[in-house]
């Protein structure tokens, strides 16, 4: 694990994205496409922005979400319309280079189906199983990069403290129940510890002094959905004040 500290958000998102790009530029060099996991929330747009006025071949780029609450796409609520504001239509991404989960469906199961199957198609990964309760799931695929914030509480993604989610390891994608304490208390979709632990680079991007205290205890608590992500190489915790 590599741990990058800035006395500014605005130098920690500056570097967040460079190690995005860097990323970008490998895997297009080596097979012509890259896939992105990106988070939400008020503390990334600044990398969004950063990103952006980077040289990116964005239309080789592929960009998905790591987690979205089920509200509809332009709800405020939505990771995916900030998404949408931020860095797609400012980059001109092709809707069919922005996969999305489709919150709005008539069950958080159904959607996190739904993603599944779009994660598994754009990694061309015609085996994939056509049902869910198969015992014979792939392994995860690789993601270039999955971008993560980290909750006061030591949440990732969607992924909260003492849930039995924690302890998922074949599926990729799974329907939260609304956590009682979280803004807003909706049920949500999420990547599972399988799936964010598999990325060729797995970027944390952590603002503030609580996430900072959070991220020091992290070695005394491991049952907290932070302390389970991978650690060495390819793994980097940028944090500022």
């Not at 530029?25 to 990334?44: D, K, N, W």
């Not at 807003?184 to 979709?189: D, E, I, N, Q, T």
């Amino acid at each position: 694990m590599a741990l990058h500290s800035f006395e500014s958000r605005t130098q920690a998102a500056s570097f967040a994205a460079s190690l995005i790009f860097k990323e970008a530029e490998r895997a297009v060099a080596e097979r012509g496409i890259c896939r992105i996991a990106l988070s939400g929330g008020s503390t990334p747009q600044t990398m969004f922005s950063a990103l952006f006025e980077m040289p990116l071949p964005w239309d080789r780029v592929h960009i998905f979400q790591v987690d979205e609450r089920c509200v509809p796409p332009d709800s405020p609520d939505s990771n995916y319309s900030m998404l949408r504001r931020s860095l797609q239509a400012p980059a001109l991404l092709a809707d069919c280079h922005m996969h999305r989960i489709h919150g709005e469906l008539s069950s958080p199961e159904l959607a996190a189906q739904r993603y599944e199957l779009d994660i598994a198609t754009a990694f061309d990964l015609a085996s994939f199983p056509a049902a869910w309760d198969s015992d014979d799931f792939l392994s995860p695929p690789v993601f270039d990069c999955i971008h993560l914030g980290m909750g006061d509480d030591g949440h990732v993604a969607s992924l909260f403290p003492d849930s039995p989610h924690l302890q998922e390891s074949r599926r990729w994608v799974l329907p939260v129940p609304a956590p009682e304490h979280a803004v807003p208390g909706v049920a949500r979709v999420s990547m599972t510890l399988p799936l964010l632990n598999s990325a060729s680079t797995l970027l944390i991007l952590l603002a503030g002094q609580n996430k900072m205290k959070r991220m020091s205890s992290l070695p005394g608590h491991p049952e907290l959905p932070a302390a389970q992500l991978r650690s060495g190489p390819g793994v980097f915790w940028v944090v500022s004040p």
